[in-house]
């Protein structure tokens, strides 16, 4: 429970974070909130030789309205996502998402973009992020560039996050403040899902997210397509967990998770609609 | 002011817990100690293996290290786990040839700092010669398992056959007119105090030392560890400073404690040892483990006309106290129940997994799940409803001591046990849930709804822990001490002894300190363990306040120049009755002891004693619990729990209602959460608190908690035990609670935990 010896910086800012990877090179690992980090560190299951502190980069906690989407710092800790009005009003899935992370400490440390980058399929928001096809904005030395979320998660806890890249900013449609529900389900409040189902509604249509249900956060794009060739929901739901692969562990077998995602997608659709 | 009244019966809030609650109160981890050391253990990766070579070099050459030690370079004897058990299967504190399961220990390091110590453990290198694993009790005992310890070649522990128990009964279901048959597993547990285990060994002058430690009962600790370091218990004291909980597994000597303390010998500093949860879930004494084929004979209206029993307990790698609790569960196999006749026979079965001890109810929660469990089966099978078939055949109230019919193991003091089961119905308004739930079966909705009742009786300060030491002294400031050989770790012990000091002397209980767990300070005492604090100890600072009261009454009436008869409690001291300015405060009686020349007083004023109870006390009582199983997910949500608890008199309302409280929140958490795994390499997949799975409030309802009172003639305060009451009657019920909503589906068992995954197998399996 001890981690093994490693450097600490504290960046200041966005800049002087990524000055700091840069410079310490692959072995450097970004800690934010450190609600997934440290424990890996503690169990010696992450053993990075530089820790570049991010946590004070207040430059990047914010939420805005930048007209077509809103602007989330990546930076942003849980429990601010989950009570902005802003979010609530524009894009109320995210924030109702929030609300269900951890518990009321870790959604107090937690953020946003640490929850993101550390790219596990079991975590609530890159579900939701997924399913809103909300984009990223990566900066690095080299400059900025942006990626939708479908392709940022591309394997277990990988993301299309290079060494030297910080996640900034996470930009999220306009959903609105209705036409969600997120089925979160879990042995206790503050466990991870065993599977979650995120139904959020953009431009209309209905957008379907899986947490836990594979290798990455995913999107029901069978349950989606069958809805909008005018399936019904007990109907549509029925291919929740088409094409994908969930790991077993202590809580749940495969067919245990498929028949989850199929009820609380059921379950999601009909609370949202 | 002169105390108004009793105040016992009272819920006085507790002394303890300012200093608890504004973090003043000093655990054994916050003391720090000149010159201290810190120990790091390797522990064995493997589960069973011949050991090969342990290479230390890279560790010695470590920043930091002053020491690192193997069973090569730090002797001591092997130790035995419990008195009963034949040496074959003594455990060497360092592993010697053979490690046996995961988190055995291989080697320690001592170093400069935690860190150090941390980090040159991580560079010993151990070669393991793998044999094959054994984690499942009835693999071990199967035809060809390897022995896990070669002298016990049949993997057998103990049993009843080593005590001349375990026969059969000729005859035994010959009356019965159905015999209901049923196996169930009481799955393993882990205690998890929130304050793990630990351990600070202070060398001394002319070979003495002082150890802190975390546990229950100082002097049992003490004598199993002068034991394992060669030094007389006399130069040996053990002290505990606040502990964070034990749930009995702190009743237990780990070999952690030996070789920490041995260490400290060889390099003549103090050496701590600080346990980390990840080694807590691998290290500490677990509880539970059963397997049990039961039985019921029954004729056809429901009458009880017979019990078997087999029972396989699971010991560990290291038999330890668990390897004798299945004579517990025999103990209270009849329970509340009139049981003719019983046959019940167990063995203790070793395998490559933690030790098995003491855990909040230590055998009697297995022997009312057992009994419990197999009732309502019965009651299903003959279409009678679970409390009418427990009605049937419950034993009458009695207030003079007996042993119940079938087992005659127990000796059963006083007992009233349709009184709590009445209580718990009207309550619970069981009438209209079972109208409830026959609306949601018939309406065929998703949540059913669930009712389950367990009734049970308990053994309290067992096992001849029914004696105790207390003194209690009067300072010449009128304030008092009392002296205890219990341990309190939690239960709020300074507070109830208190309050009888105060009741019998008219000292203020802020004015009474608690002395107890230190070695030097207490002469004996046998810890707190077995809900038996109150009747004994407190039965001893009861018996020594009276004392205190004879003597200093011979004093006031000596000074006063007045008949002892006339002399009475007063204001702050004893007067003479009826003349309040006849008064001698209780700084005046003490200072006065020594000259007085009454028997007894030439240490001052104070009176010692071994408090005798003469035998175990048997609270009782009746828990009801309500659970929704969604049939879609298999998601047990318990929407009520309804507890009512007898503990005889009651001392303080409020102490009893925690102990109720936490004791019910545990019993959940083993029907519906909690289960300490292993794969089949005998690696443990449970070892943290994120998969092993302890309930929060979040998951638990309001507890609807009450009591009765039937008092015990065995000791002053009428007092039975209450603190493992909550985890006996509750289990059970929540248990019995999943399987009647699954009633509709037609599964008849379900084991624990009741995960959703389990529950949804289940009706899986029973639509086909």
Request: charged share 20%.
């Amino acid at each position: 429970m001890i981690p093994a010896a490693f450097e600490y910086v504290r960046a200041g800012s966005a800049d002087e974070a990524i000055a700091a990877i840069a410079e310490h090179g692959e072995d450097a690992k970004f800690l934010a909130g450190g609600m997934s980090l440290l424990p890996l560190m503690k169990l010696r299951l992450a053993t990075p030789t530089v820790l570049v502190d991010v946590a004070r980069v207040r430059d990047l906690s914010y939420i805005t309205d930048a007209g077509d989407h809103i602007a989330i710092g990546a930076l942003t800790r849980h429990r601010d996502v989950e009570t902005s009005t802003l979010l609530a009003q524009e894009c109320g899935v995210v924030a109702s998402v929030a609300a269900q992370v951890g518990d009321n400490q870790v959604r107090h440390r937690g953020t946003i973009g640490g929850s993101v980058a550390h790219g596990d399929a079991a975590s609530d928001l890159p579900a939701a992020l997924v399913a809103l096809d909300a984009t990223f904005v990566l900066r690095s030395g080299s400059g900025e560039r942006t990626i939708g979320a479908s392709d940022f998660f591309t394997g277990f806890l990988e993301t299309a996050l290079n060494a030297d890249e910080l996640l900034t900013e996470i930009r999220v449609p306009k959903a609105g403040a209705s036409g969600f529900n997120f089925q979160k389900f879990n042995r206790r409040a503050q466990d991870w899902a065993i599977v979650g189902a995120v139904v959020a509604t953009v431009d209309g249509a209905k957008r379907v997210g899986l947490v836990n249900m594979g290798n990455t956060p995913l999107r029901a794009t069978a349950v989606e397509a069958a809805l909008a060739s005018g399936a019904s929901i007990a109907d549509a739901a029925l291919s929740a967990a088409d094409g994908c692969e969930p790991p077993t562990d202590l809580n749940a077998s495969v067919e245990y998770r498929e028949h989850l995602a199929r009820v609380l997608v059921r379950r999601a659709l009909e609370a949202s609609a | 002011m002169a105390v108004q009244g009793s105040i016992l019966g009272n819920p006085v809030k507790r002394k303890e817990d300012a200093g608890i609650l504004n973090g003043t109160t000093e655990y054994f981890d916050d003391l720090k100690i000149d010159g201290m050391l810190h120990i790091a253990f390797v522990r064995s990766t493997v589960a069973h293996a011949n050991l090969g070579a342990i290479d230390t070099t890279d560790a010695e050459a470590m920043p930091g290290v002053v020491g690192v030690y193997t069973a090569d370079n730090l002797e001591m004897p092997d130790v035995n786990g419990f008195i009963m058990l034949p040496p074959t299967m003594n455990r060497p504190p360092l592993a010697k040839g053979k490690v046996r399961f995961v988190g055995d220990i291989v080697a320690a390091v001592v170093a400069n700092t935690k860190a150090e110590a941390v980090d040159a453990a991580e560079t010993v290198i151990v070669d393991y010669d793998p044999l094959p694993v054994l984690v499942d009790m009835e693999a071990s005992i199967a035809d060809g398992a390897i022995a896990i310890h070669e002298g016990q070649p049949n993997n057998i522990a103990f049993g009843a056959a080593g005590m001349g128990m375990g026969a059969p009964v000729e005859g035994l279901m010959d009356e019965a007119d159905v015999v209901v048959k049923g196996r169930f597993v009481n799955q393993r547990v882990a205690g998890v105090p929130m304050e793990p285990n630990g351990i600070i060994a202070i060398p001394e002058a002319d070979g003495a030392m002082t150890a802190w430690i975390p546990t229950q009962g100082p002097h049992g600790q003490r004598g199993e560890l002068a034991g394992v370091i060669g030094i007389d218990a006399e130069k040996l004291r053990v002290r505990a400073a606040a502990v964070g909980g034990g749930f009995g597994s702190k009743n237990t000597f780990h070999v952690e404690f030996g070789i920490t303390a041995k260490a400290a010998i060889v390099l003549n500093r103090p050496v701590k040892w600080t346990e980390t949860r990840s080694e807590n879930m691998v290290s500490m004494v677990q509880g539970r483990g059963q397997i049990q084929y039961v039985e019921l004979g029954l004729k056809r209206d429901g009458t009880i006309t017979a019990l078997r029993e087999n029972v396989l307990g699971e010991a560990g790698a290291y038999p330890s106290l668990g390897a004798f609790l299945p004579f517990f569960t025999h103990t209270m196999a009849c329970a509340v129940y009139n049981v003719p006749k019983l046959e019940f026979n167990w063995n203790a079965v070793l395998t490559n997994t933690t030790s098995i001890a003491a855990y909040r109810g230590a055998g009697r929660p297995e022997a009312t799940q057992a009994i419990e469990r197999i009732l309502d089966m019965a009651a299903v099978e003959l279409g009678i409803d679970p409390v009418d078939i427990r009605r049937k055949n419950l034993m009458p109230k009695f207030e003079a001591p007996g042993a119940p019919a079938g087992s005659g193991l127990a000796m059963y003091d006083t007992g009233d046990y349709a009184a709590p089961l009445d209580k718990a119905l009207e309550a619970a308004d069981y009438p209209a849930l079972r109208a409830e739930q026959a609306k949601r079966r018939a309406n065929n909705d998703v949540k059913q709804l669930g009712i389950g009742v367990s009734v049970y009786v308990e053994i309290t300060a067992p096992a001849g822990l029914h004696i105790e030491y207390g003194k209690v002294e009067i300072n010449e400031d009128g304030s008092a001490n009392a002296y205890v050989g219990t341990s309190a770790h939690g239960q709020g012990h300074d507070t109830a002894f208190s309050m009888i000091v105060q009741e019998l002397l008219g000292i203020p209980m802020d004015k009474v300190t608690l002395v107890q767990s230190d070695t030097a300070l207490v002469p004996r005492g046998s810890g707190t363990a077995g809900s038996r604090s109150l009747q004994t100890a407190g039965s001893a600072v009861f018996r020594a306040s009276e004392g205190v009261l004879e003597t200093a009454k011979q004093i006031a009436a000596n000074l006063l120049e007045a008949n002892v008869d006339d002399i009475v409690l007063g204001d702050g001291g004893l007067q003479v009755a009826g003349v309040p300015s006849k008064l001698i405060g209780w700084g005046e009686l003490a200072s006065k002891a020594k000259a007085s020349g009454i028997e007894g007083t030439a240490d001052g004023l104070m009176h010692e004693l071994d408090f005798d109870g003469q035998q175990s006390s048997f609270p009782f009582g009746s828990h009801i619990a309500v659970v929704e199983v969604d049939t879609e997910t298999g998601k047990v949500e318990l929407l009520r729990h309804i507890a009512v608890d007898d503990c005889g008199k009651i001392l303080n309302p409020m102490l009893v209602r925690g102990q109720q409280h936490g004791g019910i929140a545990q019993g959940i958490a083993q029907a519906l959460f909690e289960w300490v795994q292993y794969d089949e390499d005998g690696n443990p997949i449970t070892a943290n608190l994120m998969d092993y799975a302890i309930p929060s409030a979040a998951e638990l309802p309001s507890f609807e908690t009450y009591n009765t009172e039937t008092p015990t003639h065995l000791n002053p305060l009428g007092a039975k035990g209450i603190g493992e009451s909550g985890t006996i009657g509750s289990t059970p019920a929540v248990q019995n609670a999943v399987v009647d909503a699954l009633q509709p589906f037609g599964v008849k068992n379900l084991d624990m935990p009741a995960s959703s995954q389990r529950v949804w197998a289940a009706i899986q399996e029973a639509r086909g």
